[in-house]
Nanobody, 121 residues
């Protein structure tokens, strides 16, 4: 059974930095893409950043230049370095992985449990 475990959330002042990490475990054959989404109170979940197995990255416009996504494929881990945080970045951040695992051998999407990021002004 595949699990995604996140860490690194917390409370930070505006202008500060945080790094989130997420590790996928289980009977994984290949991870095609990993990424981060976030959901603020009263809002829909939105894409923050994704990175494909080939290295292609995609960022939400609001975080470009401030957030950096990276992956350690040997560890099935994705990171999100967040700099210059502002109160609008406050949300629950969810890790997502699109991967193929046994016994299904099918591509499926998995989610972490979420980690709270709160930015105070």
């Amino acid at each position: 059974q595949v699990q995604l475990v996140e860490s690194g959330g917390g409370l930070v002042q505006a202008g500060g930095s945080l790094t989130l990490s997420c590790t996928a475990s289980g009977n994984i054959l290949v991870i095609n893409a990993m990424g981060w989404y976030r959901q603020a109170p009263g809002k829909q979940r939105e894409l923050v950043a994704t990175k494909s197995n080939g290295g292609t990255t995609n960022y939400q416009d609001a975080v470009k230049g401030r957030f950096t996504i990276s992956r350690d494929n040997n560890k099935n881990t994705v990171y999100l370095q967040m700099n210059a945080l502002n109160p609008e970045d406050t949300a629950v951040y969810y890790c997502n992985a699109n991967l193929i695992s046994r016994p299904s051998y099918r591509s499926s999407s998995y989610w972490g449990q979420g980690t709270q990021v709160t930015v105070s002004s």
